[in-house]
C-alpha cells in the first residue's frame, strides 16, 4: 500500500515562530488532507489539497503531486497549535472506498 | 457544516461486556463511513468501511465477530465492542463523507470515544 512519511516526528517552537511540516508519499494520490488533532483527540480539518496551494489565515499548504509531497506552514505560531498534525492520503491507484492512510505525525509544542 | 458526532465520549466498562459506540452526521448524509483506533501516541489505524445498507468491509486483522458495525441509516453507522477485554481499550474514531461531495471524497472526524475495559 502507499507509504506515508512525516517530518520532523516532533518540533518545539517559540511563540510567534514559523514553521514547515512535511509529508512525503510514495505514489500519486486522489485525496490528501491535513490534520490537527487538539489535546482532547478530535481531528480538525485543515486542508483538503490533493495539489496546489491553499490558504487559511496563519495555514497554508503546498502539495506537488508530480514530487509527491506535501508541505504545512504555520506562520506566527501560538500556544493554541499545540498538538500533533496529520497528513492521510487516498491513492489514485486505490480500490474502494477513499479510505485515508494516516502518516505517524508530527507532534507541535509551541511554548509561550 | 460537515459535523460528525459520536456517543458516549468516554466509557468504562467490565470485562466481557459489549459496548455500542454511535457516529452521527449531523448536517449531511453519508453513504460512507470509517471507524478508525488509535493507540496512546500513535497514528490512526483504520479498521473498517462503512457503506449504507451493505455490510462493512474490514481491514485485515480487524475481527468482525468483536467489532460489530452497523451502517443503519445515511446519517448513522454503530460499532459494537463485543465481549470486550483490556486489550480493546483504545481511542476509536469515527468518520465520514458528505454523499454530495462528488469527487473531493473529503473526509470529517467525529472527536472520538475513549474506551476503558477494566
Known amino acids: 500500500g502507499i507509504q506515508v512519511e512525516q517530518s520532523p516526528p516532533d518540533l518545539i517552537l517559540q511563540e510567534g515562530a514559523n514553521s514547515t511540516l512535511r509529508c512525503n508519499f510514495s505514489?500519486?494520490?486522489?485525496?490528501l488532507q491535513w490534520f490537527h488533532q487538539n489535546p482532547w483527540g478530535q481531528l480538525i480539518n485543515l486542508f483538503y489539497i490533493p495539489s496546489g496551494t491553499k490558504q487559511n489565515g496563519r495555514l497554508s499548504a503546498t502539495t506537488v503531486a508530480t514530487e509527491r509531497y506535501s508541505l504545512l506552514y504555520i506562520s506566527s505560531s501560538q500556544t493554541t497549535d499545540s498538538g500533533v498534525y496529520f497528513c492521510a492520503v487516498f491513492p489514485i491507484s486505490g480500490a474502494g472506498s477513499y479510505q485515508l492512510t494516516f502518516g505517524k505525525g508530527t507532534k507541535l509544542s509551541v511554548i509561550p | 457544516g460537515a459535523v460528525v458526532s459520536q456517543h458516549p465520549s468516554r466509557v468504562i466498562c467490565k470485562s466481557g461486556t459489549s459496548v455500542k459506540i454511535e457516529c452521527r452526521s449531523l448536517?449531511?448524509?453519508?453513504?460512507?463511513m470509517f471507524w478508525y483506533r488509535q493507540f496512546p501516541k500513535k497514528s490512526l489505524m483504520l479498521m473498517a468501511t462503512s457503506n449504507e445498507g451493505s455490510k462493512a468491509t474490514y481491514e485485515q486483522g480487524v475481527e468482525k465477530d468483536k467489532f460489530l458495525i452497523n451502517h443503519a441509516s445515511l446519517t448513522l453507522s454503530t460499532l459494537t465492542v463485543t465481549s470486550a477485554h483490556p486489550e480493546d481499550s483504545s481511542f476509536y474514531i469515527c468518520?465520514?463523507?458528505?454523499?454530495?461531495?462528488?469527487?473531493?471524497?473529503?473526509?470529517?472526524f467525529g472527536p472520538g470515544t475513549r474506551l476503558t475495559v477494566l
Open positions: 468518520s465520514a463523507i458528505p454523499w454530495t461531495s462528488g469527487i473531493k471524497n473529503e473526509q470529517f
Open positions: 448536517d449531511f448524509q453519508a453513504t460512507t
Open positions: 505514489d500519486s494520490v486522489n485525496n
